[in-house]
């Protein structure tokens, strides 16, 4: 099996975000960046299949110089190679211009199978693999907790979680791209010799000459969305006690409802 | 200088995560003797690869093959030095959530293990070394008497008579790290041949060996993930083949000196994660608490604390940095041991006890970990030579051999 795992490095869950003054953006100072959480169910179901069946597991990235970081950080896991692209260009994307770039890296290579995770925790758009599953012609099945690929590799048959905690079971013709839910395994973690064997496994840069496309066809420019601006939530005020006998209370509050909250 | 790489800061991060996601919220239930320190440990060492790595090991040549002269720094080689820097990483990360785990861990694989592997015979190293290396058998390392501490090898009273095929060991230990559950004891004795002089020799003894006991565990202070007891020797008889190095061992008292080096240099690693930890949560605390209407970092008493906080910790880093340094190119000095030992091991203390003064009464409760580095540190003066002895080798040293 030709494994491929598109894989994102995102701000690690635990950043405090805070947005730049212009509200362009986030200020990215200090932030530590990791692999995508969803990813990483990815990358160990990949690692999964090939235990199992044999085979290779790529991992393809799309974003800055230090993604590389993550990308090394799959190959310690165990997977065999990276595809990095990696151009200034690329810069500002969307889920569709994402997934442009991503098609256009994946084309040329060999593949059975594509995992990802279900969203990217940063912008939440979880889009980018159905953008990309129609850009490639191949099914995709979302919100996975389990897979089972068929022994000949040409099927495989998926759980999805459904409203109310129910389950979906879909049967899929290979190629597909599979969207990895939390549920679906137990992420791995790499291990010292992997780290060391990391080092010494390929990685294909590709830039946008690379990549075959025009630079209006990727990153912000090839963008169908537009970020307006940033903004956090209000801070939530604290609360308001009330004291007094039951009957002044019921006229406050009836008064703050009326007044304040405008609620009725 | 030297400074940690990409690949090493991969590894930094590795280990982190899995101290923190593993062993952190079972680390209570250790310190109480809910759960066997080992087990855990067992699992750590399975699922970073270092069970692995050790399996892999060549026991057949010497440990570090090249002399320190030839080993040169290589800047396009990422994992030069790799055993040495992972090793000191897997304690520092250890030591960021339990000091006493890595206490145990670091007498079991660097003090039992290391020892063997640096003098035993390729039998022994395979053995005895490889099984401890692995953790499938725990490791104690047996130096200090009851009536031998900061003059361990002066005052020594074990003794190891030869006995036709046979060692007879008589004496006793005390303060013995992994005492009541280590399978493999390295044993300090006076070797005594019948004939006028004593020289103090290595041996290994075994659990099941008749004669071999080993007390009840102490309650301690801190280093509560660590268990710590006495050994008895009565009429402990070991075959001869567990002489470390075998009949043909060196016989001055430094070859076994240079195993207190090594127990002194994994010091400032240990204080190094201690005060990291210590920091961040410090700092962390002291942008949330609010107090008098604003957060603690906002007040000029508690910048201070912060300030020379930092100070310390970048200074221990710069130790451990050197530290390491040198036992992957060589140059190491005994002024350049004490110092490590005796500077790290004291601002460790300091700045865990400034933490606590941070946290105010939560740096007290068990809960905010703090007060739990604060206890462990403590030990880090008296174990491994305590500040005293290391003042002592310095001042003999400042006073004789050292040059501007
Ligand atoms: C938790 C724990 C784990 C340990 N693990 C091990 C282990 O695994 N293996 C092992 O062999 N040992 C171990 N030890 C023992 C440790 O190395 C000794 O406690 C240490 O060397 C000090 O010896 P002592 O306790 O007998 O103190 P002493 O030597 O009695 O010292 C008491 C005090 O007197 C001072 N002092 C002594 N001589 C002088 C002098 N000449 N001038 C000035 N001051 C002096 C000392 O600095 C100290 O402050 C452990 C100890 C502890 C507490
Ligand atoms: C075991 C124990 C028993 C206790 N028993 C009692 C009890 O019986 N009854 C009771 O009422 N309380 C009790 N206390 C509470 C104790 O009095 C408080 O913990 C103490 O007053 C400190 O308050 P705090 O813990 O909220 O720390 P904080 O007030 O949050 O202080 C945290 C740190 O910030 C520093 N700090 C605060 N403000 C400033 C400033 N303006 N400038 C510079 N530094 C500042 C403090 O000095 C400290 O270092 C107990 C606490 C403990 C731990």
Known sequence: MDILVCMKQVPDTETKIVINPEGTGIVTDGIKYVMNPYDEFAVEEALKIKEKMGGTVTIVSMGPQRATEAIRTALAMGADKGVHLCDDAFEGA??????????????????????????????????????????????????????????????????????????????????????????????????????????????????????????????????????????????????????????????????????????? | MFELNDTHRMVQDMFRQYMMNEIEPIIDDIEDGKIPLFEPLRKMVETLGIRSQMDALDLSKPLRGDSPEKRRPDPDDPLQGMEVVAGNLLIKEMSRVSPGAAMSFGVCTGLAGGTILAKGTVEQKEAFGRPLMKLDKIGAWCLTEPGAGSDALGSMRTTALEDGDHYVLNGSKTFITNGPVADIFVVYAKLDRGGAGKEIQNFIVLREDAGLSTGTPFQKMGMKASQTSEVFFDDCRIPKDRLIGGETAAKSRDHVKEGLSNERSAIPTIALGIIERCFEIAVGYAKERVQFGRPLIEFQLIRNRLARMYVAMENVRNLFLRTMQQAIFGGQTKLDVCMGKLYCAEMATWVANEAIAILGGYGYMREYVVERLARDAKLLEIGAGTAEMQIITMGEELATTWKP
């Open chain 1, 94 to 264: 969307d889920s569709y211009s994402t997934a442009k770039a991503l098609a256009a890296a994946i084309k040329p290579l060999s593949y059975d199978i594509i995992l990802g995770g279900k969203q990217a925790v940063d912008h939440d758009n979880a889009q980018v693999y159905a953008a990309l599953a129609e850009l490639l012609d191949i099914s995709h099945v979302s919100i996975v907790t389990q897979l089972d690929v068929a022994e000949d590799g040409k099927s495989a048959v998926a759980q999805r979680e459904v409203e109310g905690g129910a389950r979906e079971v879909i049967e899929v013709s290979l190629p597909a791209f599979i969207a990895c839910q939390k549920g679906l395994n137990e992420p791995r973690y790499a291990s010292l010799p992997g780290i060391m064997k990391a080092k010494k496994k390929p990685i294909d840069v590709i830039d946008l000459a690379k990549s075959g496309l025009s630079a209006d066809e990727v990153g912000e420019k090839g963008a169908k969305l537009k970020i307006r601006k940033f903004f956090l939530p209000p801070e939530r005020e604290a609360g308001k006690i009330l004291e007094g006998e039951p009957e002044e209370l019921a006229t406050q509050l009836v008064k703050l409802l009326r007044e304040e909250a405008k609620a009725i």
